[in-house]
């Protein structure tokens, strides 16, 4: 009766019913990126304990700390928000919400993973655009501009400072990582994400393998971590663009990062990692792609943070020059490898 009743609602006014299930999608889609973030937070304290010898977060939640969360999350909603004097207040309450906004748009389009029924993958996408890689990178863009806002808004001269930081190493790897996606279009035929895993009958990463070098060191400085994190340095610019920020307001910024973070492990993943192909698994038949989706998904983060672990900060100056007069050109010459193995097998 109920089905009933949503099907003749819908054909009445299907307007008002897309606006429905847009929002609920929505608030489905930001549940499920939150909490996997937040999963994602932990896991990094945890793994990190393991790589430096030391126990990570064990206070809160048992042995495993797996309540820490929760008491960092209680402890910045009940701070106290202080906006700095002479703060350009409109901008800086925006910087926050703008920067958190980008990711779910851009979680909007990427597909996580797929089930399998009746021997057919049906891939688990909120948009699934004929465009979504490139949309992706388009939104992805907007990061710099959120980390301008907060720095600019801040009237804080170490904000400013690591907001130029940002915005610098950002556009000059968005450059080369946009060069990779098209490369990677290029020999799947499509830049729809969901075809282009379709296409990988062989791993893109096994094609392409400077490219999956070059779009690998992209991602991690796109994304501000170490040893990329420049717009960050405790020494000479204390938390970069973030450090006037408090309460739920830095939690937001932070909690962006993990955000960006994990989806950007997936985009890798989906471009040249084969996304969820992998073999049927016969008890787990329905599930058995979301499986490989994971499997791979979780291998790429553990290696993002074994990196953190691993590498020391590099110079501002070492990694633009790095960007513009090493990545760019080898992204040019994937570029022209892609068309050439595109065109043959075409």
Partial sequence: MVFSAITEFAAQEPKIYAFIIGLVGAAILASVINVAAMAVVWLERKVMGDLQARYGPNRVGGRWGILQLGADAIKLFTKEDVIPRGADKPVYVWAPIVASATTMLVAAAIPFGAVNVGGKEIPLVVANMDISAFYVEAVLSIMAIAAFMAGWSSNNKYSMLGAFRGVARMVSYEVPM?????????????????????????????????????????????????????????????????????????????????????????????????????????????????????????????????????????????????????????SMVNLAWAVAVGIYFA
């Fill in 178 to 330: 946009g060069i990779c996606v098209i490369s990677v279009a290029i020999m799947a035929h499509s830049l729809n994400l969901v075809e282009i895993v379709q296409a990988q009958s062989i791993w893109f990463a096994v094609a392409q393998p400077l490219g999956f070098v070059i779009f690998t060191i992209a991602l991690i400085t796109d994304l501000g971590r170490m040893p990329f994190d420049q717009s960050e340095g405790e020494e000479e610019i204390v938390a970069g663009y973030v450090t006037e920020y408090g309460g739920i307001r830095f939690g937001l910024l932070y909690f962006q990062e993990y955000n960006s973070m994990l989806l950007g492990s997936i985009l890798l993943v989906l471009l040249y990692l084969g996304g969820w192909n992998g073999p049927t698994i016969p008890v787990i038949t329905f599930i058995s792609p979301m499986v490989w989706f994971l499997m791979k998904v979780l291998i790429v983060l553990v290696s993002l943070i074994w990196i953190r672990v691993s590498l020391v900060r590099f110079r501002i100056d070492q990694v633009t020059d790095l960007g513009w007069k090493w990545m760019l050109p080898l």
